[in-house]
Structures are given as structure tokens and as C-alpha cells.
């Protein structure tokens, strides 16, 4: 018998079997979950996880988890991959290995008005760790980190590494504030500076605002999009 993740004390590991962990861990939430379930895929051969949180903060700014995990997966992945690895991250998700997807992070609450605070929150996580029969050919975009000089990683091990990394930044979060998290996370962001399509808006990426929202050029003008339009509402 394969033996789970070691997790750092709150966390507790659930392997999942015909389902995404990530639905899997919605589906936990709403029936009443102890925050720090950590479900994963024993047997993919990538990286599939999902973590149940409660969050004590509206979900305005709840969703600030979406980055935080980011960065923690970066710092997870800095610590073991080689040096020519680049990971990025795409505001809306997306993980991005060496300039081509590899991976998106993505959240999800219950439901209510943006300044109530939600019940649970999940935050997922997908990384291809091998490449898929087509790839290379027909899909260019897409990447895997065994395909970018990461062969000796595996899928478990990193995910010991991430949850730790992110309770590190949650703890950051809470004593210091979110002014080490944006640096960090302005750092990876991907396209930044440049031409970009987000939510189904296209235009300039210039930055980030204090709650890591993206501030987008559009036709001169800068809108701000906020980080809990990406929050899924699941009831």
C-alpha cells in the first residue's frame, strides 16, 4: 500500500478515486469539512490536489488564496527544479512552465454578497508532471515538467512541499499583511507589462492593485478587476 503525503500538523490527507479532488473537496466543504482536508489523486500521474479552508476574512478578500497558492507553488517547485525552470503565473489561473501552460490553480466558496465572509472555501490545484502522447505536435502551448527537465520529480513529494510553503504565506498574510505577497506575486505574474486577454477583456497589464486585483488598460482608461470574479459559488 502506497503510503499518503506527509502534511504539516492541521492538514489532513484524503486520497479521492472517481472524481477531481478539486469537486471532491467542494463537495466535502458543503457537507461540512473540517478546514485543512487536503484531497488528492493517489494514482494520477500529475499533480491534483485540493484543500478545504475557512476563511475569517470577506470573500473579497478570501480571494486573495487564488495567488497566495501560486506563490507557494513556485516557492515549492524554485526549491527542487532546476535553475532553467521558470514558473509563472497567469492572473486568471493558468500555471505556465517555461512560457507554456502546465497547470491551472482555481477557487471556489459558498455563495453570498462579496463583503460577507464564506462559509468554506476550496482552493485546487492541477500540474502535469508527464506529457501526453500529442503534445510537442499539436498542442505547442501546453508543457510538462518532465518535458522541461524536471524527470526526477514526482507528484507527492511536491505537494508536501506546496502545503507547507503555503502555510508559511498564510501565516505572513495574517501577522504582516499582504505587502510581501504582492511583491512576490507581481514578480511571476505572467504578461505583466504586456498585451493580454482576461475575463474576455483584452489590454495592457500594468499592474496589480492592493488586493491583487488586475489593473488592465483598456482604450486608455485602467479597470480594475477584482480577484473574486474568479471565485467559483457552488451551492
Not at 80 to 85: F, S, T, W, Y
Amino acid at each position: 500500500m502506497t503510503a499518503g503525503p506527509d502534511l504539516p500538523p492541521l492538514l489532513e490527507a484524503l486520497a479521492v478515486a472517481g472524481e477531481t479532488p478539486y469537486a471532491a473537496a467542494i463537495r466535502a466543504a458543503m457537507d461540512g469539512a473540517e478546514a485543512g482536508l487536503v484531497l488528492y489523486d493517489p494514482v494520477s500521474p500529475d499533480l491534483d490536489a485540493a484543500i478545504v479552508f475557512a476563511p475569517d476574512v470577506p470573500r473579497a478578500e478570501a480571494a486573495v488564496m487564488l495567488p497566495l497558492g501560486g506563490v507557494a507553488l513556485q516557492n515549492a517547485l524554485g526549491s527542487v527544479a532546476p535553475p532553467e525552470v521558470a514558473l509563472h503565473l497567469a492572473w486568471d489561473g493558468p500555471v505556465l512552465v517555461n512560457g507554456a501552460r502546465a497547470g491551472q490553480l482555481k477557487i471556489a466558496a459558498a455563495p453570498g454578497p462579496v463583503e460577507t465572509v464564506p462559509n468554506w472555501l476550496v482552493l485546487g490545484l492541477s500540474l502535469r508532471f508527464k506529457p501526453r502522447a500529442d503534445e510537442g505536435g499539436e498542442r505547442p502551448g501546453e508543457t510538462a515538467l518532465h518535458a522541461e527537465g524536471c524527470g526526477e520529480l514526482a507528484p507527492l513529494p511536491l505537494l508536501e512541499s506546496w502545503t507547507r510553503h503555503l502555510l508559511h504565506w498564510l501565516h505572513d498574510w495574517e501577522t504582516d499583511g499582504l505587502a510581501a505577497l504582492h511583491r512576490d506575486y507581481a514578480a511571476l505574474l505572467w504578461q505583466l507589462g504586456e498585451e493580454t486577454e482576461i475575463a474576455g477583456q483584452t489590454g495592457h497589464l500594468v499592474g496589480l492593485d492592493e488586493r491583487l486585483g488586475a489593473l488592465l488598460k483598456v482604450e486608455g482608461r485602467t479597470e480594475g478587476l477584482p480577484l473574486v470574479m474568479l471565485m467559483e459559488e457552488r451551492e
